[in-house]
């Protein structure tokens, strides 16, 4: 038991080896602003990590130069070895969802779905079974012919997540997805975004500046501070040994 349990351990370790995102000394200035400040981060595969941090620390920043829709001014990022820094965005195969859901209003939810497997030319025979399975995983399967206007805040934010998933991204990037939401919604799409990440395997990284949100949800958690990476840690972690009176402040600050 004891040595199939070591195994398994090692075959994780050399999964998780293979497909590391790695963020290598990125910095980013808007004018003299400095919104990214020499950020060092490695995400392993299928961890969810969270970037913490107060309004205006530059987590918005950092996860826009990972979805490659910004460019640092100096650093490297890499995904199991590859160099993705000059690599376009629709070509990095990672998935999104902002705060604003941001649907194509005028498709309905199945086409939205579909939108991203046609951009990467998966032919129609093809695309119909995906949508519906990523329908069903999110429990849209009977919303699929409805428009966006036709749907609730949390039906739209489920839509934007199957459409982010349909296409089995490398890695699911989430800009304070839940934002909009009222708390009890924003809790059951926590429980629900945790269980497709279990399911799929998938890495994530999560950017939100609610600390119960982030501990609750993530592996790891990067708490970012006026750019810069404050504490890299698992919940447990920041809360024994925070590495600063910030970190100690702003993760054990319940409001
Ligand atoms: P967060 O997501 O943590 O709230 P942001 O990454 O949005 O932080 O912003 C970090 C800093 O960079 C802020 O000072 C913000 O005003 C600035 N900033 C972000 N985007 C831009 C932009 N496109 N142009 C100029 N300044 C920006
Ligand atoms: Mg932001």
Redesign the pocket.
């Given at each position: 038991m004891r040595e199939q349990q070591l195994r398994l351990a090692d075959d994780r370790t050399a999964r998780v080896a293979g497909r590391e995102m790695r963020v290598e000394a990125v910095s980013k200035k808007?004018?003299q602003?400095v919104?990214v400040d020499d950020v060092t981060l490695g995400i392993s595969a299928g961890e969810f990590v969270s970037l913490l941090?107060p309004?205006?620390?530059?987590?918005?920043?950092?996860l826009m130069i990972i979805a490659g829709f910004e460019q640092p001014d100096s650093g490297e990022l890499f995904l199991g070895g590859e160099r993705l820094t000059d690599i376009p965005p629709h070509r990095r195969n990672f998935g999104h969802v902002f705060q604003k859901y941001a649907l194509f209003p005028h498709m309905t939810a199945a086409e939205n779905i579909a939108f991203p497997l046609k951009m990467r030319g998966i032919e129609k025979a093809k695309r119909g079974p995906m949508v519906a399975n990523a329908l069903e995983r999110m429990r849209l399967s009977a919303l699929g012919e409805r428009l966006p206007h036709q749907l609730s805040g949390g039906q739209q934010q489920r839509v934007a997540l199957a459409r982010a998933i349909v296409f089995q991204p490398a890695l699911l990037l989430m800009d304070e997805p839940l934002g909009a939401l009222d708390k009890k919604l924003r809790e059951e799409m926590q429980i629900e975004i945790k269980q497709i990440q279990r399911e799929l395997g998938i890495t994530v990284v999560f950017?939100t500046h609610d600390q119960d949100e982030a501990l609750s949800l993530s592996d790891r958690v990067a708490v970012?501070n006026q750019g810069g990476l404050s504490q890299f840690a698992t919940p447990r972690e920041l809360y024994d040994r925070p590495s600063s009176r910030f970190v100690a402040d702003f993760v054990g600050d319940n409001n």
């Open positions: 808007f004018g602003a919104a941090g309004s205006g620390s530059g987590k918005s920043t950092l950017v970012i």
